[in-house]
């Protein structure tokens, strides 16, 4: 299978979710058990195009959106009235909210597939930046196009800042590594937008003061 094209963008990505999976090995884990049946929905996304010689936003570029309870979240809120409580206090998405706000998995779908379809050609390599991205972030991205009914591709190789922090500034979690870069503190709801700027953001500062010490920038 012919490798793809390299992009000279970058997707910055995050989602809220109702929560995730524990103590499993399957490779969707974060999503779905196999062995309890136990399900988890993206409830919000954001999503944000940048230059990624430079990690510079691309203007207007940008998009955010809440979801709707689809029914596998529903029937287990209904089996179970924790599900998904926790998360919420963390995001403050609650199930009223998102029936007034939300919008189906089809249409989010939708929405993300012309985003990606202004900026990448089918055969460029989409890469993605975000905070233990690969193993949370595209997991749910996935995971939603197929509800969506939207088959998208996504490279190997994405820029995790969790794994960017530790080996720099070795700060172990979200809000430490952005104290650590001069960010400051998150205060409030986590909002899925903002965090894809955030992260976007530690990628630019931390290759710019790598090259201002004389090494090369990061992703170049």
Request: proline share 2%; glycine share 10%; hydrophobic share 40%.
């Amino acid at each position: 299978m012919p490798r793809k094209s390299p992009s000279k963008y970058v997707l910055a990505i995050d989602c809220e979710t109702t929560g995730m999976c524990f103590d499993t090995d399957a490779s969707d884990s974060r999503v779905f058990n196999n062995e309890t049946g136990e399900k988890h929905q993206a409830l919000s996304w954001g999503l944000v195009v940048a230059e990624l010689e430079t990690y510079e936003q691309v203007e207007g570029a940008e998009l955010y959106f809440e979801l709707k309870w689809n029914h596998a979240t529903r029937r287990q809120r209904r089996d179970n009235p924790n599900f998904g409580v926790f998360a919420e206090g963390i995001h403050g998405l609650t199930y009223a909210h998102l029936e007034e706000y939300g919008i189906s998995e089809i249409n989010g779908a939708t929405q993300i597939a012309e985003l990606i379809a202004r900026f990448w050609q089918p055969d460029e390599d989409i890469r993605t930046v975000g905070q233990n991205v690969h193993l949370f972030d595209v997991r749910f991205l996935l995971d939603m196009l197929e509800q969506g009914g939207r088959r998208i591709s996504f490279g190997s190789r994405h820029l995790d800042t969790f794994s960017l922090a530790m080996g720099t500034t070795r700060a172990p979690n979200t809000d430490a590594m952005l104290v650590a870069v001069g960010l400051g503190e998150r205060t409030g709801h986590h909002n899925a937008l903002e965090d894809a700027k955030l992260t976007l953001e530690v990628f630019r500062r931390i290759s710019t003061m790598w090259a201002e010490q004389g090494g090369v920038v990061v992703g170049s």
